[in-house]
């Protein structure tokens, strides 16, 4: 596995593994960028996610996460069993209960604390409901600050099919946040099912495992936009072929210097343990 050496870790960089890096501040900081993390099912989308998220913490930087599987439940600090990340907070409402998404994004302005939502066990309108609130009061918050937002399961709140209150206040928090500092992961196993508009502001794609020919159309369509065809031939023949763990990461804004891709392995030295599992 390509792991980072022992305390070697660039202190400017957001390291995902050998020669996918990203720089972590100034004009140009990953935090601001919107990226696209998919792939097939168990082909190691929420490990990526979850290592960015690690990443960030390292580097102080802030993050909120829509988590709509539980599957970064071990991320946030729980200082009785020494567990978690310090710095990073969760939050799990019930059926029932609302969030008060403005006092929440003033907390954020206040505090450089980092935070989980787990959205599991919601009814999916009201996931829906609380997204779009929380994305109306982010741009109209102007925090002054670098902040990434992670929608896991992203097709259920912009997809291709339908217009869900959740589908403009994205769009718009995709198109307009960077210049006030905010960027978005977007994170599908479904290529097709993610609305296009908020795709084409993707800045970084990190492809993992995807066999399903839909799914490869619609990134071909995606990449295709600027991309020598023979590139995006060779990168979709390599995304079927990716192993667990493997991506193809087209950046070319980051990669000018590489031909716009770079082909390796997302680092194994996790430092919290990973909930997302498959179910035999």
Not at 8 to 35: M, Q, T
Request: charged share 25%.
């Amino acid at each position: 596995e390509h792991v980072s050496p022992v305390n070697k870790e660039p202190s400017d960089r957001v390291f995902l593994g050998n020669g996918i890096d990203f720089p972590a501040y100034g004009g140009n900081s990953v935090i601001s960028n919107v990226l696209f993390v998919t792939g097939k099912r168990g082909s190691g989308k929420s490990w990526s996610t979850a290592v960015m998220m690690e990443e960030f913490n390292r580097l102080g930087l802030q993050f909120v996460c829509f988590d709509a599987l539980d599957a970064h439940g071990y991320l946030p600090h729980n200082p009785k069993e020494n567990e978690g990340l310090e710095g990073v907070s969760t939050l799990r409402p019930k059926p029932g209960e609302t969030v008060n998404m403005k006092a929440l994004v003033s907390t954020l302005r206040e505090s450089d604390e980092s935070l989980i939502i787990s959205l599991a066990g919601l009814p999916l309108v009201k996931q829906q409901e609380m997204i779009a609130e929380y994305c109306e009061a982010l741009l109209e918050a102007q925090l002054g600050k670098g902040i990434m937002t992670i929608f896991e399961e992203c097709q259920d709140f912009i997809p291709q099919l339908g217009r869900p209150a959740s589908f403009d206040p994205i769009v718009r928090l995709c198109k307009l946040g960077r210049a006030l500092g905010y960027g978005v992961t977007l994170i599908s196993q479904r290529p097709a099912g993610v609305n296009k508009e908020a795709l084409s502001q993707s800045s970084i794609y990190i492809v993992h495992n995807i066999i399903n020919s839909r799914d490869l159309k619609s990134l071909e369509e995606q990449l295709s936009f600027g991309t020598d065809k023979k590139l995006v031939k060779k990168m979709l023949d390599g995304i079927v072929k990716c192993n667990k763990g493997e991506v193809i990461v087209f950046a070319p804004e980051f990669f000018r210097d590489r031909g716009y891709v770079v082909v390796g392995k997302i680092r194994g030295d996790r430092k919290t343990e990973h909930k997302g599992h498959n179910v035999d």
